[in-house]
């Protein structure tokens, strides 16, 4: 008779969009590897929707007008203890959803893709087999993510795997997986691609640059916030041999102004909130972006050498800086700073080509399908690197 499929649940939340869509990554390879039965929760949003609400739109403000408070309060935060008075009220969230949720689907494992870790004390008060692991979304390691009794650590590097070790965490217990992104950002590097991975993609080809133009991919954000960009692009189009595809988000605003002011440019093409981000990555020679840890692995996945304008205090200026200190991306302050890293790039081909050999150096072909490898070995073997009690 043939076992049971494990059920999983991803809990997950809507701060912008990368930890859902590393949710939907480690859910469909453990679909497709293991026929497990996959649920995905917002835990916040359905614990506490004002609250949810609330937070959501200061965590948005915070990014456009206080961008130095966010980074102050998440810096000097960044060394919490989990059981800390500050760490405890963190962790409360969600305490009463996440019961309800557990009576009724009686998961086998729960996964983290944000580090709203209400699930460890739930786990000890209701004397729970359960195990927990945590899917660390960034190239930055926040004390927020670090917990004595998760089981299980999925993170980006070598690099943040040795100082979660170091901040206490048993070695063991931790993965250097990279961060999980969609399968079919691999399929431009990789000629092992499963067919059956093929997405809509497909359905959109980008047609291919004339000789020697150099096509440079700009996304602004899942919700079109990277400031000064109708100035980059401004800039960007007087640049010649150079094709600019610039991706809005849910930003229709931004799409329209763009649209007006370059409906005739035969250089230059604007998307709005699209699922064929990997089509235009393929079609790409380089990327401006806002470094979200999912955007940028992403970018790495697809072998772009990535520029960075003027990052956000906090994890998203810790990650430009660890993949600056890599040699894949450069950091531009200014606008000027960023034309002119776009030229060097274009006109100096030996400076994009040791970029791309930087990334090559930190691509981790696959690691939704690690992931889902291992969490699977673990549930099915029922080996003591996941804890069951």
């Known amino acids: 008779m043939e076992a049971a499929a494990p059920k999983i649940l991803i809990l997950y939340a809507s701060y912008g969009e990368g930890h859902v869509q590393a949710a939907r990554a480690i859910m469909d ?30 965590y948005m403000q915070s990014f456009k007008t206080i961008p130095g408070l966010y980074g102050w309060v998440y810096n000097i935060t960044r060394g919490m203890q989990a059981k800390s008075a500050f760490g405890s009220v963190l962790h409360s969230f969600g305490m009463r959803q996440l019961t309800l949720t557990l009576e009724k689907e009686k998961p086998e494992l729960v996964i983290h ?19 927990i692991v945590n899917v660390v979304t960034d190239f930055d390691l926040h004390g927020r993510w670090l917990h004595p009794d998760i089981d299980r650590y999925y993170v980006a590097t070598e690099d943040i795997q040795q100082e979660a070790a170091q901040r206490g965490i048993p070695s063991e217990r931790i993965v250097a997986t990279g961060i999980p992104i969609h399968a079919s950002f691999y399929k431009r590097l990789a000629e092992d691609t499963d067919p059956e991975d093929a997405d809509v993609a497909e359905d959109y ?12 991919l700009i996304m602004a954000g899942a919700y079109g916030v990277m400031s000064g960009i109708l100035d980059i692009c401004r800039q960007l189009s007087r640049l010649p041999q150079l094709r600019l595809l610039i991706v809005c988000g849910r930003n229709p605003q931004l799409k329209a102004e763009l649209d007006a002011l370059y409906a005739d440019h035969p250089g230059i093409r604007i998307f709005g909130f699209i699922d064929y981000v990997p089509a235009l990555m393929r079609a790409s020679d380089m990327v401006i972006t806002k470094p979200g840890g999912i955007t940028l692995s992403e970018s790495i996945a697809s072998g772009l050498p990535i520029l960075v304008f003027k990052p956000v205090p906090g994890q998203e200026l810790n990650n430009a800086l660890y993949l600056e200190q890599k040699g894949a991306a450069r950091i531009a302050r200014n606008t000027q700073e960023l034309i002119q890293l776009c030229v ?35 549930l099915v073997d029922k080996t003591p690197s996941i804890r069951t009690n």
């Open 29 to 58: 390879s453990l679909r497709r590897l293991g026929r497990c039965e996959v649920q995905l929760l917002d835990l916040m949003a359905e614990s506490h929707p004002w609250l949810n609400g609330l937070t959501k739109f200061v």
């Open 113 to 131: 893709t944000f580090p709203q870790l209400a699930l460890p004390a739930l786990r000890r008060k209701l004397g729970l087999k359960l195990p």
């Open 205 to 216: 080809p980008i047609p291919p640059s004339d000789p020697g133009t150099t096509t440079l």
């Open 344 to 378: 060097d790039l274009i006109s100096n081909p030996s400076l994009a080509l040791g970029m791309k050999q930087s990334i090559e150096q930190l691509r981790k072909p696959h690691p939704a399908d690690r992931i889902a490898e291992d969490i699977l070995h673990q």
